[in-house]
């Protein structure tokens, strides 16, 4: 007996969506959802398994709600004079985002994002009875304070997304541009710097521009540079009173006393496990060397993935890939695919099975 989602009642505001579902196959180089290629150093995985042998055995306790030594451990990180009452932290930054929107979103509110963007965006959201509105990017994915200004007077919406860089054209977006939004705007400025570690050395983060900005957020997470996705810890910086907001809407005791442990441990440790950033940006650089010689356009990318066009038909090209045993991404943008930055080996193996497909795959 296998019923459908039309046989139940679900939520109207629910029916025809589609679920995040970058495919999770066993392949040999997984380069499709961004991940740091390289497994955490074991002087950190060490610190991570005594930590979490500690807390086990104080498990019969719920966690300390306000995972206060984690906040002081990331506003340490953070820099820029962050203190822990600025921090929020929960299970992934998609969830940091799913706050946001519970406590600043809902029915008969709007969100403006700017596609194309990161597809959790429009899809926590919708999840949140938050209706999504899609403003446009300048040519090449950017966006000027002009064209931000423009779109926020003509939507006026309860909550922007600016995603910097963005994710999955690897766009910097510059502190001119957010804080124009910031100053269009009435409602509450998140700005997702889930890749800013992988930015340029003395690349300005948004950080620089919360003082004195009540309704501004930096949503960050240790997924990406850190290595850590497995783990699921994203976080958020913001006024104080951000964090109260956050205390309404999210449930009780949901960062684990095991999730709190390993990341507070695995922050003491930063160094090391942000020690393979700089061979990640190589590769990056490498992909956007290599894929214009493959015949191929590549985007301008802070991150560490990049968008490449002149695909002639990316579902063809990604399933070719895919029977070479390498996964990466169709975004759904028209002649283009995204591809991360792997290690030197897996990059290697990426770009000589690229090169292997046939050259009917590229158009001009
Ligand atoms: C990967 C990614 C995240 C991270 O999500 P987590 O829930 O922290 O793993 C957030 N924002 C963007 C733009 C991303 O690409």
């Known amino acids: ?41 074991e002087v950190a995985a060490r610190s991570v398994v005594e930590a979490l042998a500690g807390a086990v055995l104080g498990a019969n306790r719920y966690p300390d709600r306000e995972f206060t030594e984690l906040r002081q451990a990331l506003a340490r990180y953070a820099g820029h004079g962050t203190v822990p009452e600025q921090i929020w932290a929960a299970n992934g930054s998609n969830e ?55 779109w ?7 909550v922007v997304f600016l995603c910097s860089p963005n994710n999955p054209t690897g766009t910097p977006v510059s502190n001119e541009t957010i804080e124009a939004a910031y100053a269009a705007t009435r409602g509450v400025l998140i700005v997702d710097e889930a890749y800013i570690e992988f930015a340029p ?13 009540e309704r501004l957020v930096v949503s960050r997470t240790m997924s990406k540079a850190f290595a850590f996705a497995g783990v699921r810890l994203g976080y958020l910086l913001a006024d104080p009173a951000v964090i109260d907001a956050m205390r309404l809407v999210r449930l009780p005791y949901h960062l684990s006393a095991l999730t709190q442990a390993a990341a507070t441990a695995a922050l003491a440790h930063a160094d ?21 010689e493959l015949g191929y356009t590549v985007w301008p990318s802070h991150t560490n993935f990049v968008l490449f066009g002149g695909v002639a038909d990316p579902r063809q090209t990604f399933q070719r890939l895919l029977e070479r045993s390498v996964l990466i991404r169709d975004v759904g943008i028209a002649h283009h695919l995204r591809v991360t930055a792997g290690t030197e080996a897996e990059t290697t193996e990426f770009l000589t099975a690229l090169a292997e497909t046939d050259t009917a795959t590229k158009v001009d």
Do not use: K
């Open 272 to 292: 090391a496990l942000l020690a393979n950033v700089d061979d990640i940006r190589r590769q990056r650089d490498r992909l956007l060397t290599e894929l214009p």
């Open 96 to 150: 940091v985002l799913q706050h946001l929107l519970q406590a600043f979103g809902g029915p008969g509110r709007t969100a403006l994002g700017f596609d194309p963007t990161y597809s959790m965006h429009p899809i926590i959201t919708a999840s949140t009875g938050t209706t999504w509105v899609s403003g446009e990017r300048d040519a090449g994915y950017e966006l000027s304070p002009g064209t931000v200004t423009e």
């Open 152 to 158: 926020i007077e003509r939507t006026d919406p309860d």
């Open 1 to 41: 007996m296998v019923a459908s989602l039309s046989d139940l009642p679900l939520r109207d505001d629910l029916r025809g969506l589609t679920p995040y579902g970058a495919p999770q196959l066993d392949v040999r180089v997984r380069l499709n959802v961004n991940e740091n290629a390289h497994p955490i150093p």
């Open 201 to 213: 050395e003395g690349t300005r983060t948004a950080l620089a521009l919360l003082p004195g900005r």
